[in-house]
């Protein structure tokens, strides 16, 4: 079955960097764009970019410019998640999804919680 | 960028009531760009329904979406148990894709 399989949790300090993946399963990885989702305790869904895993293109949220890289590796079927410059408001669980083209989000990875905390 | 806002904040209902979720969006969206989803504690969201109207896969019949424009309505007919959750409107007619705050569905 279609699957978004998520790296483990991480602890970060502040001003340090953090890489998340997501390993996609059960359909062909360049046929469809994958988007990052973060989720701050208690609070909403935030979207934070896109990949296109075809051509490795690119979107970013304006709030998330210069800090934030997305890429993939058609290899092994995986989107990366790379933020910069951690601070604590950036403690959240972490959601690939992927983007059923234009008919929303399905499925989604299980998450990773990230802690940046000094 | 395109603000959602969805409404009640918190709605109390006992199994077997209707429920009527609201989202309005800052301005028009294309019918075929806005998506519900359901979020229970420790879960990762799952699509509800899509295009507005469309039901996702394996998604039980008493999920309706509906509305046009810049008003969208999630309406379950006879809540279940399971149905208890927190619930997220979410355009993807324009980037940033947004998100509304979500509303909570809770037993009375």
């Known amino acids: 079955q279609v699957q978004l399989l998520q790296s483990g949790a991480e602890v970060k300090k502040p001003g340090a960097s953090v890489k998340l993946s997501c390993k996609a399963s059960?359909?062909?990885?360049?046929?469809?764009?994958v988007h990052w989702v973060r989720q701050a305790p208690g609070q909403g869904l935030e979207w934070m970019g896109i990949?296109?895993?075809?051509?490795?293109?690119?979107s970013f949220a304006q709030k998330f410019q210069g800090r934030v890289a997305m890429t993939r590796d058609t290899s092994t079927s995986t989107v990366y998640l790379e933020l910069s410059g951690l601070r604590s408001e950036d403690t959240a669980i972490y959601f690939c999804?992927?983007?059923?083209?234009?008919?929303?989000?399905?499925?989604w990875g299980q998450g990773t919680l990230v802690t940046v905390a000094s | 960028e395109i603000v959602l806002t969805q409404s009640p904040g918190t709605l109390s209902l006992s199994p077997g009531e209707r429920a009527t979720l609201s989202c309005r969006a800052s301005?028009?969206?294309?019918?075929?760009?806005l998506a519900w989803y359901q979020q229970k504690p420790g879960q990762a969201p799952r699509l509800l329904i899509y295009?507005?109207?469309s039901r996702a896969t394996g998604i039980p019949d008493r999920f309706t979406g509906s509305g046009s424009g810049t008003d969208f309505t999630l309406t379950v007919s006879r809540l279940e148990p399971e149905d208890f959750a927190v619930y997220y409107c979410?355009?993807?007619?324009?980037?940033?894709?947004?998100f509304g705050q979500g509303t909570k569905l809770e037993i009375k």
């Open positions: 999804a992927r983007d059923r083209t234009h008919a929303g989000f399905d499925p």
């Open positions: 059960g359909y062909t990885f360049t046929n469809y764009y």
């Open positions: 990949i296109n895993p075809n051509s490795g293109g690119t």
């Open positions: 301005q028009s969206i294309s019918s075929s760009y």
């Open positions: 295009g507005a109207s």
């Open positions: 979410q355009q993807y007619n324009n980037s940033p894709y947004t």
